[in-house]
């Protein structure tokens, strides 16, 4: 079956929204300056749940990156353990969105 031009355009743009670019070398040098990797990892669970569990949890959620940015900002306890997560109220919303962006990509180091 072959797409007409339009067609094909349509489905670029509403797939579009889905997809989140991830500077991955700004991501990690944020969560290294935010403390984040004293109690995260990407794949081995620390104090807190690797980044690939986190991910993995929120795979196809609607919402998701606003859901973890702001679990990141607010911090909490109980949805992966009782152990609390400090909150980031210092971090501005796109810094906020590039962490939880990259989380939910499985923190990948590229």
Excluded: T
């Amino acid at each position: 079956m072959l797409f007409k031009p339009a067609l094909l355009a349509a489905s670029l743009v509403f797939l579009a929204p889905m997809s989140h670019a991830v500077d991955a070398a700004a991501a990690k040098a944020l969560a290294q300056k935010s403390a984040c990797l004293s109690c995260h990892a990407v794949d081995k669970k620390l104090v807190g749940p690797s980044y690939k569990d986190v991910a993995a949890k929120h795979k196809g959620e609607a919402g998701a990156l606003d859901k973890v940015a702001a679990r990141i900002k607010s911090g909490g306890s109980g949805i992966y353990g009782p152990i609390p997560m400090p909150p980031q109220p210092n971090l501005k919303d796109d810094e906020l969105k590039l962490l939880a962006g990259w989380i939910l990509a499985g923190a990948p180091d590229k």
